[in-house]
């Protein structure tokens, strides 16, 4: 199919019908937009067409990523509500995705005219604004879903505290001060919802294409700092950790000072383990203290070297005696082993101009001045 064959609402070459053009210069290029992405029609020499594709696919990887996270707002539905529960915003989803394919067109277009380099930079600014279009929303959602938990948790320990205060028992399976306790836990999940609110701007979080794990973030946090602060009122209240709050004496605690410890414990994440860390240091069994194996390399370089002195003349001494030992056959001792006084005959002598050359000494000139 050529440039000029493609018409609107009619299929192209692979048979998905064109929604609408961006661009168009026949016989050159032409940038539509299908149900799925914007795409390219190259142009209609063979040539020319091979130099587009070659030149596209250098910003083939931005252009997927960018796809995929307009996807979802392409293809939005019309009924689609904010956390299931929320306004109908179908609508701007679409208006959204339609907006960010009108600048990735506009990138294609560049690239396709030579500019590769600002196409390159263009796609790039189109995919950061996708990007954080799309971490912003899920924040918003985040912070949602921790409020929601933080009231439902609310809400659960005021039933369940009204309840077990008219319990005859004296609390809740029979613990005293159980009101204290459910106070800790409303007081925690208010503190872990503020910690979350202040620092929701520089928090890491994940795109909204991952929902359900942002979402089970949000209420793991607020559920970590209700029970943090169930802890931590729990351990001032049995006497394991001792909190002065102004000029309040220990272990007279009112609901005020209860729901403050509560609030900072539900706001100081890593409070509670370290609380939980020392207290399992002090109760738990003392440390078994070993002594340190000798170090034998440190003693043997410690050593003096008198001793090493005398090790060596026993070595000495004890070679002296093996050379001095008696010769196993003296009778042969004033025999010359040596076979150059042998006359050979003269099949077995090597003439001198069979011999090789010699390879090292200086050479004599017979016969010469340097005789």
């Known amino acids: 199919m050529n440039v000029a064959d493609l018409k609107l609402h009619e299929p192209d070459a692979s048979g998905v019908e064109v929604e609408r053009f961006y661009a168009r210069n026949p016989p050159k290029y032409a940038v539509y937009q299908t149900a799925q992405r914007v795409t390219v ?3 209609d020499d063979p040539a020319k067409s091979d130099e587009q594709r070659k030149a596209l696919a250098q910003l083939a990887p931005v ?3 960018i796809n995929g996270m307009v996807d979802g707002w392409r293809s939005a539905s019309l009924s689609k509500r904010v956390l299931w529960i929320g306004p109908k915003n179908g609508t701007k989803l679409r208006a959204r995705a339609a907006r960010y394919d009108r600048n990735v067109a506009d990138a294609l277009v560049v690239a396709l005219e030579g500019d590769l380099t600002g ?11 996708a990007m954080g279009e799309r ?8 912070l949602v879903m921790a409020f929601a938990t933080t009231v439902v948790l609310t809400l659960f320990g005021l039933v369940v505290g009204g309840a077990d205060s008219s319990d005859s028992c004296g609390g809740i399976l029979c613990v005293p001060d159980a009101g204290h ?3 800790g836990s409303v007081a925690g999940s208010f503190g872990a919802f503020f910690s979350i609110a202040l620092s929701i701007r520089g928090r890491t979080i994940l795109t909204d294409l991952y929902r359900t794990s942002n979402l089970m ?3 793991l946090r ?6 943090a602060g169930t802890v931590l009122v729990a351990l001032i209240v049995a006497g394991l950790v001792k909190v002065h709050i102004g000029g309040s004496a220990a272990e007279i605690y009112g609901a005020m000072e209860i729901l403050i410890f509560g609030f900072v414990a539900g706001f100081a994440e890593r409070l509670v383990p370290d609380l939980l860390a020392k207290v399992e240091a002090r109760t738990g069994e003392p440390p078994t203290i070993r002594r340190p194996e000798p170090d034998m390399d440190a003693d043997r370089k410690r050593r003096p070297e008198k001793a090493g002195g005398a090790a060596a003349g026993a070595d000495a001494e004890e070679g002296a005696d093996d050379a001095d030992a008696a010769d196993p056959v003296p009778e042969q001792s004033s025999e010359d082993s040596c076979a150059a006084d042998i006359e050979l005959p003269d099949d077995e002598a090597t003439p001198d101009s069979e011999l090789p050359p010699a390879s090292g000494g200086v050479e004599r000139v017979v016969g010469g001045a340097d005789q």
């Open 135 to 142: 971490v912003g929303w899920a924040r918003f959602e985040y």
């Open 222 to 227: 607020v559920i970590i700092g209700a029970l």
């Open 217 to 219: 973030d949000a209420v």
């Open 181 to 183: 306790l459910w106070r």
């Open 119 to 129: 196409a390159g930079a263009l796609l790039s600014s189109i995919k950061d604004d």
């Open 41 to 43: 029609q190259f142009a």
């Open 63 to 65: 252009r997927g990523e």
